[in-house]
């Protein structure tokens, strides 16, 4: 069981098992067990891609997963979402994800640490070159010549 501290400071704890797993379906009509890939498929889950960068549907499982434990503390989903941001979206994603490979066993558990690995390792390279990208001075002469234009031109020239 993996555990992450909201904004507030509050400790929660993010379990998979096959009660959570029908809770999440049960409420949120998605099944977090369409995670796993077939045996012979080598492409990364969508749920993972889905869960690692949809902030509403994470918050929105996070939120199912950890409710008994939200309605003993009695914090609505209003209140648990308004807790959620910065490194402890970062924090909470690495221990659902986490979780969700440590939830299959044998081949599958290694399969999808493996997509999960991928996945992050696509994103990092995708944030590392929008950064590259975005200090080139290629970026800078094209929003240079953006901005030439769309500005009007100044009266008397």
């Known amino acids: 069981m993996k555990t992450f501290n909201d904004t507030k400071g509050r400790e929660w704890q993010v379990a998979i098992n096959v009660a959570t797993v029908k809770r999440v379906r049960d409420l949120l009509e998605l099944d977090l067990l369409e995670i796993a890939p077939a045996e012979d498929e080598s492409a990364t889950p969508p749920l993972f ?41 970062g924090a909470a994603t690495d221990a659902l994800l986490a979780e969700i490979v440590n939830f299959f066993h044998g081949s599958k558990r290694q399969t999808l640490a493996k997509a999960l690995a991928m996945t992050n390792k696509l994103r990092a390279r995708r944030d590392t070159l929008v950064m590259e990208r975005m200090d080139s001075p290629q970026m800078e002469k094209q929003l240079d010549e953006l901005l030439s234009a769309t500005l009007p031109p100044i009266c008397g020239s």
């Open 49 to 89: 891609l889905r869960l690692a960068e949809d902030p509403i549907l994470f918050a929105d499982v996070l939120y199912v997963l950890c409710k008994p434990e939200c309605d003993g503390r009695n914090v609505s989903d209003e209140d648990f979402g308004a807790a959620l941001g910065g490194d402890v979206i």
